[in-house]
T-cell receptor, first 113, second 110 residues
Framework: DVKVTQSSRYLVKRTGEKVFLECVQD?????MFWYRQDPGLGLRLIYF???????EKGDIPEGYSVSREKKERFSLILESASTNQTSMYLC????????????FGQGTRLTVV | RKEVEQDPGPFNVPEGATVAFNCTYS??????FFWYRQDCRKEPKLLMS???SGNEDGRFTAQLNRASQYISLLIRDSKLSDSATYLC???????????FGAGTQVVVTP
């Protein structure tokens, strides 16, 4: 069974903290993605990576950075958490051929207080 | 303007009825098209790909109109279990970077 695993389901952090969200996939996929999902706005792409150490900004990269040192792991970093980063964060992976099915993790509900 | 736009609904559908809804996309160079389904408090999952000639998967039919830049989803003989949010998804490049619509909520009632 294919798996994308996010390190936490729920997280509460204080304003100004550095936050790490981890995502691991076991499908040997080249592509990995970080989205945030907010009511009425749908899923918005933060960053994606198409290979180890390769990354591209998505639509809303401000305040975030990413790291992909190994193929199976894609980390999202909030450099200094702010209340407007309270959201549901979803990690996904897909094979490199365009149009491949994306598989999502279960999501991390982050609350910044 | 959003890359992918959907009517948020909700579409309230009696069990057994047919429901259809569209999604428009702004980039004419869009390459691949999908419908994903998201249940409440769950992650999105692929429902079906959308092919140029249109395609069917059981009670679900998807159509693509490149000239008018929209895709559609039709659900026949709706079941209570079809209640969900349906996400329109478009890829804009060969890397498979996915752009999501905000979703259309469907509520099937007994």
């Amino acid at each position: 069974d294919v798996k994308v695993t996010q390190s936490s389901r729920y997280l509460v952090k204080r304003t100004g903290e550095k936050v790490f969200l981890e995502c691991v996939q076991d499908m040997d996929h080249e592509n990995m993605f970080w989205y945030r999902q907010d009511p009425g706005l749908g899923l918005r792409l933060i960053y994606f990576s198409y290979d180890v150490k390769m990354k591209e900004k998505g639509d809303i990269p401000e305040g975030y950075s990413v790291s992909r040192e190994k193929k199976e792991r894609f980390s999202l970093i909030l450099e200094s958490a702010s209340t407007n980063q309270t959201s549901m964060y979803l990690c996904a992976s897909s094979p490199s051929t365009g149009g491949g099915e994306a598989f999502f993790g279960q999501g991390t509900r982050l609350t910044v207080v | 303007r959003k890359e992918v736009e959907q009517d948020p609904g909700p579409f309230n559908v009696p069990e057994g009825a047919t429901v259809a809804f569209n999604c428009t996309y702004s980039n004419s160079a869009s390459q691949s098209f999908f419908w994903y389904r998201q249940d409440c408090r769950k992650e999105p999952k692929l429902l079906m790909s959308v092919y140029s000639s249109g395609n069917e998967d059981g009670r679900f039919t998807a159509q693509l109109n490149r000239a008018s830049q929209y895709i559609s989803l039709l659900i026949r003989d709706s079941k209570l279990s079809d209640s969900a949010t349906y996400l329109c998804v478009v890829t804009l490049d060969s890397w498979g970077k996915l752009q999501f619509g905000a979703g259309t909520q469907v509520v099937v009632t007994p």
